[in-house]
């Protein structure tokens, strides 16, 4: 069995591409008793993020049930990894003052867990790393045998991550479109002209068009069909 954790270690240390070593690190802690591996990275704090990496094996609709509901500003976990990178073991009192979030990690079998954070030098790029099961608690000797794998496999997906996040910040366009001029191109992404635009967003025809001549400026294009285009590829849209 140590061989095989060295292998799938030195596996991690090589492996290059961030999908693939969540992969080998999901693998390797569900041979150490784990149902559950998650992984989110981002840039500036888990609530009000400007980027962001989300990989985790949680039960289907957990992601969109938890960001629903506004979780990660109340979510205890979040706030101590905000601070400090000293693992943390989930408990009902950590959820004290969370006490809905508590019941529905349990309803769905993320009962007993701990996550732990890993944090760059200038503050702005975090990373939580969590395990968890629903069959039987974690005791400390079972926690401080696998929190070293913990910590190992938590930085080297952090690495991975930052590079990954960097390069999206480095590439993405910096375009600043307004609510309603988002809304025109929403509409007009659906086929509607510019009059029907009006009638939706209660806006006269040449208001609507106003908006999307200032669309096309903002993002440096010839026509309304090329404008929606490249605000869906920028995810503007």
Known sequence: MD???DSQLRKLSCEKDLQAAYRLVLNFFNNQGFEYCAFASYHGSPDKHTNKVNLNNYP???DRFYEQNGYASQDPLVAHCNQSMIPILWSETVFAKAPKLWREL???GLKYGWTQAVHD???THCSLFSLARSHYPIDIDEHYGNLGYAIFASQRLHALASKKLSDTVTSKPSVHLSPREIEVLKWSAEGK?????????CLSERTVNFHVCSCMRKLNVSNKI???AKAAHIHVI
């Open 106 to 108: 349990n309803r769905q």
């Open 121 to 123: 030098e200038q503050g």
């Open 226 to 228: 090329s404008a929606v």
């Open 60 to 62: 289907y609709g957990w």
């Open 3 to 5: 061989n095989w954790k």
């Open 193 to 201: 002209t510019a009059s029907e635009v009006g009638r939706i967003l």
